[in-house]
């Protein structure tokens, strides 16, 4: 399911930060990514039947699709040339 995708890569940047922390030791990190591990696989509600799934998922997935259009598009411009949109053509 996408949101379960959606809630590891939110979750996934946290536990990265958490293991690599100098101030946490190797076993604290193994219990850290045990942890993680564990919540990806919880069941989770469908974003049909729970509005809040719906809400958050919606939202993420709007600002990074956004924030990825923001940032390729020029990218594209400066380096190939290629310029425009799907319905320009």
């Given at each position: ?50 509005k809040l ?37």
């Amino acid at each position: 399911h996408w949101h379960r995708l959606l809630a590891t890569t939110m979750y996934a940047t946290t536990a990265l930060r958490t293991i690599t922390a100098r101030s946490y030791s190797a076993a604290a990190a193994n219990s850290n990514w045990q942890r993680f591990w564990a919540w990806t696989l919880q069941q989770r509600p469908s974003w049909k039947e729970d509005k809040l799934e719906a809400a958050v998922a919606f939202t993420v997935f709007g600002i990074t699709g956004s924030t990825s259009v923001a940032v390729v598009r020029p990218a594209l411009k400066h380096v190939t040339g290629i310029e425009g949109s799907m319905r320009e053509g």
